[in-house]
Structure formats: C-alpha cells, structure tokens
C-alpha cells in the first residue's frame, strides 16, 4: 500500500512531534525508537534504555518482556506503513534490514534511519553496547555490563583450556529460516563456530561465511557427532525423536545416538552477556562424560 500525501504529512507532523534524531546523534528523553535488530534490543534491556523502544521486529523475543511491544514484521519483510504508524523519532538497526522500497519510504517521511553495526566478535559486541550507552545516555550502565561480561567470558574461555588435546566433535548447527521457511547449517566464522571451537568442537559445515542451505545429502554427509538446533526449528518437532525424522537427520551419528539438542537462537546467533552461559551449555553437550 503507497501512503497518500496527506497520510505523508499527517505522519510528518506525528514524527516531528516525537523529536527526530539526527543520524548519530544521542537519544534524547521520551524519543520513540522503532528498533529492528535482536542484538541491539536485547542490549537495549541490558544498559536500562528500554523506555525508549516503542516497536521491535518479529524476531526480536530477548528478554521475554519485549514481547509486549508491537511488532513491525520480519526485518527482512518490513512494512514502511508498520513503521510510519509507530510515530518513532528514528529506526534503529544494525543494517540487516528490508527491503530497500520500504526504508525509502520511510526516510520520506522524515523518520531517520540510524545503522549501528552489529557486534561480530566479543569485542565488538563489547563496543556496539558501549556505543548504545553512550547514545541512549547510560554510559555508567552500559560499562557496568560490559566490565562483568568481559569477566565471566575470560573465566569461561579459561575452563574450555581443559579440552585441549581432547577428541573434538563434529557439529551442526541447525537454523531455521523465517523468511523462505528452510533449514540452515551456520557455516564457519560467525558466533555459532566461534562458541562451537571454543567449547573444544569443529562445525561440520565447511562452508566459511554465511549459512548453508541443507538438503538430506549435505546433512549425511557432514555427519555431525552433535547436532544444535535453535529453538524454531526444534520447537517445529518438540523432541529430538522427532526432529530425527527431519530428511538425512537419522543417517548421521547425532541422529543415531539422538545427540540433538535445543539452544535458543539468541544464545548462540550473536554474542551478548549470556554468551559465556551459552559457551559453557554447549560444552556439556560436547563432552558430557566431563
């Protein structure tokens, strides 16, 4: 749907009302932030800045308690009419946003879009919370949060040290794609593999970047020793007898010895402070005897 010019400048009023932020700019008191990424508003909760949020993206459920705000659909699907209706002073995102027609119209409109890249590694996740504090106006609470996560994560890195040497498994992990309905295999060199080697395992998917899209012959072939599906895809088949029957899943050891576990998409697709929790979860399962 094309909004009408008098929808156009009725929504303009509305957002200048709300006190527009130029791009870069710190968020001032009672500004209304439409945010479309996971990581950013679930680091949002963690520095106390949720007062601000006014709207988040289908995907974005961490802490539970966002979920009572409105959702402006998938961040790849937006709908520009969505966002507009929000009234928000701006659209906060880590640039994983779509499609360009709906960010267009936003823009015209007057909304801006201000683009915080995501945090990649630790330490640039350390960054970008830093950052948020900084433009949120919690600079103590954001350094307050990145001191104790800093430390829990030396102490977790420090505890994998007593895998080295040991046999290392074969992993997949499993994620379920929203937006074309299809399972994924998270390839080398994003979180998921990082947390994945840290724990004293290897991704079975030799693919570096990006996520590879299974079939049962990639699945067999791989032959994971442990499969981790995040929690969509699981929760589609409830059990890890069921999620066997997943095509090619019953032909690899994991899915012989039932080695499937569930982890929650936000533990492991991105590092936050619940990383060292998550790292520690995942080597129970690589190495269960220890």
């Known amino acids: 749907m094309t909004l009408c010019r008098r929808d156009v400048g009725l929504l303009l009023l509305g957002a200048g009302a709300a006190g527009l932020l130029p791009g870069g700019a710190r968020a001032a008191a009672g500004n209304r932030v ?54 928000p002073s701006v659209l906060l995102t880590d640039g994983n946003v779509g499609p360009e027609p709906v960010l267009a119209q936003v823009r015209s409109v007057g909304v801006p879009i201000e683009t915080m890249e995501p945090g990649t590694t630790p330490e640039s996740a350390q960054a970008l919370m830093l950052r948020l504090g900084r433009y949120f106006g919690r600079d103590a609470a954001a350094r307050t949060v990145v001191t104790r996560w800093r430390g829990e994560m030396a102490r977790a890195l420090a505890d994998m040290r007593r895998f080295a040497g040991k046999p290392r498994p074969r992993v997949l992990v499993i994620h379920f794609g929203q937006l074309n309905n299809s399972y994924l295999g998270l390839s080398r060199g994003g979180p998921a593999d990082a947390i994945v080697a840290w724990a004293g395992g290897v991704n079975a998917v030799g693919q570096v970047g990006g996520m590879a899209r299974l079939t049962p012959e990639i699945i067999a072939a791989a032959a994971p020793d442990i499969i981790i599906a995040t929690d969509v895809g699981y929760d589609r088949y409830g059990s890890a007898e069921r999620f066997r029957s997943l095509p090619g899943i019953a032909l690899t050891p994991a899915g012989k010895s039932l080695a499937i576990h569930r982890i929650f998409e936000s533990e492991i697709m991105y590092f936050t402070p619940r990383t060292p929790a998550a790292l520690r979860k995942v080597a129970g399962w690589l190495h269960p005897a220890r």
Do not use: W
């Not at 949002?44 to 966002?66: C, E, K, N, Y």
């Open 34 to 87: 439409v945010c479309v990424s996971k990581q950013i508003n679930e680091f949002i909760f963690d520095i106390g800045a949720q007062s601000h949020l006014v709207a988040r993206d289908l995907t974005s459920i961490q802490p539970p308690q966002i979920r009572r705000l409105p959702s402006v659909g998938y961040h790849r699907a937006l709908s520009a009419e969505g966002i507009i209706s929000m009234r």
